[in-house]
């Protein structure tokens, strides 16, 4: 049985198979291919693309091959994608394109034959003399398909945080072909993880002056926003720090924004941090619960209702 992961390495440490830990917008993202051994002495696949495909097509996520050993990865890990971004979109589907592959299969006197989908395929072991051919059945151009449980949809810039599924890597005979061998998997129980983001605003309530500091006269842009994952942590682990952004008025509109991006799926606080000696309230009031979903981009909207400077 064979389990593929993507991780988002940068931004969480690897436990029980998933990730924990806080929240950031920097940070790569890496597939990881791990599988239970099977009845091979070796099972070798060079994995030459991995990509998504979506209502607007195909989104690849890495084009460099890898060669990996199926029957080695339950105690290893293998990875084959880093730094992909996936644009908005729904996409239906995860797929494998396999350039190459063979199988050593052990005989009853021990020796070993070894099956290739070429005489000259570049993973086979130096001195390997094939028997006969391995069949990847249209792996090479439109690659394994692996299907999602449904459409997913992504919204906006997104990163892929997880995906996990099931596998039974089957090989067998092919009938009637004499000495051949057919490449099989059957794939299901995907599953399917994206970042998700959020976009805070910050507009200036009616009524409502900034203070002047040290001659100064105070803009929105002299705040900051801050996002915060409330999710548990483990015994023993430290508390999250809570990310900073600047706020910037980039169309002149005069409401202020911050966007988080490449968010874990979860809990967590927006809130805002004001100029050193001026104290300040919003609507709704700070810090403010939000829930980030896979693949979600959403926008927090924040009122400051008053501010003035901090009497000592």
């Known amino acids: 049985m064979k389990r593929i992961q993507l991780l988002t390495l940068a931004l969480f440490a690897l436990a029980y198979g998933l990730v924990t830990s806080g929240c950031g917008n920097q940070g790569s993202v890496t597939i990881k291919l791990t599988d239970a051994p099977g009845d091979f002495k070796a099972a070798v696949v060079t994995i030459s693309e991995v990509y998504l495909q979506g209502e607007g097509g195909r989104v690849v996520l890495s084009d460099e091959a890898t060669t990996t050993n199926l029957l080695t990865l339950a105690n290893d890990t293998k990875d084959i994608v880093k730094d992909a971004v996936v644009p908005e979109g729904k996409y ?11 199988i050593e299969v052990e005989q009853e006197d021990g020796s070993s034959r070894f099956y290739a989908t070429s005489n000259d395929y570049a993973g086979l072991p ?16 439109s690659g394994v398909k692996v299907k999602f449980d449904g459409d997913v949809e992504v919204a906006g810039e997104q990163k892929v945080i997880l995906v996990d599924f099931d596998v039974s890597q089957s090989f067998g005979k092919d009938r009637g072909q004499g000495d051949k061998w057919v490449m099989k998997p059957v794939i299901k129980g995907a599953e399917i993880i994206f970042s998700g983001s959020v976009n805070v605003t910050l507009a200036k309530g009616e009524g409502v002056t900034l203070p002047t500091v040290d001659g100064t006269a105070l803009t929105l842009g002299s705040f900051r926003a801050t996002l915060k994952s409330t999710e548990p942590v483990a015994d023993g682990a430290a508390e999250p720090a809570a990310e900073e952004l600047a706020l910037t008025d980039a169309n002149g509109d005069g409401v202020f924004e911050a966007s988080f991006k490449f968010l874990v799926p979860g809990n967590y606080e927006v809130s805002f941090v004001g100029p050193e000696g001026v104290s300040f309230t919003t609507n709704p009031g700070v810090p403010a619960p939000v829930t980030i979903g896979s693949g979600t981009d959403q926008t927090q909207a924040f009122t400051l209702t008053s501010a003035s400077i901090t009497v000592r």
């Not at 239906?92 to 063979?102: C, D, H, K």
């Not at 130096?126 to 151009?141: D, H, K, M, R, Y």
């Open 92 to 102: 239906s589907e995860l797929r494998f394109v396999i350039s190459g592959a063979y």
């Open 126 to 141: 130096e001195g390997a003399t094939v028997s006969g051919i391995l069949q990847t059945p249209s792996f090479s151009s």
